[in-house]
Nanobody
Framework: QVYLVERGGGLVQPGGSLRLSCAAS????????LEWYRQTPGKQRELVGN???????TYADFAKGRFAISRNNARNLVFLELNNAKSGDTGVYYC?????????WGRGTRVTVSS
């Protein structure tokens, strides 16, 4: 069974930074592309970016320059760093992986950007 567990959400001030993590189990982590999504109030879930098995990252346009995704294959962890946080970044952030044709999601971790 595949499990994804996100951690690290919380309150961050505008302009601040936050680092989220996602722990994965049940898959051969190092060969998979891992993705981060978010759902902000009133909007559908959207892709923030992803990281391929070789460490190559891609980002949605809104995420370029402020978000950074990294991974630690030895610990089966993927990270999402949010910098220069804005109120529009408030929402729930999810980790996602596809495995054997199925989609797996974590429960998400909530980020609130507020002073």
């Amino acid at each position: 069974q595949v499990y994804l567990v996100e951690r690290g959400g919380g309150l961050v001030q505008p302009g601040g930074s936050l680092r989220l993590s996602c722990a994965a189990s049940g898959i051969n982590f190092k060969i998979h592309t891992l993705e981060w999504y978010r759902q902000t109030p009133g909007k559908q879930r959207e892709l923030v970016g992803n990281i391929a098995s070789d460490g190559t990252t891609t980002y949605a346009d809104f995420a370029k320059g402020r978000f950074a995704i990294s991974r630690n294959n030895a610990r089966n962890l993927v990270f999402l760093e949010l910098n220069n946080a804005k109120s529009g970044d408030t929402g729930v952030y999810y980790c996602h992986v596809q495995w054997r044709g199925a989609d797996y999601w974590g429960r998400g971790t909530r980020v609130t950007v507020s002073s």
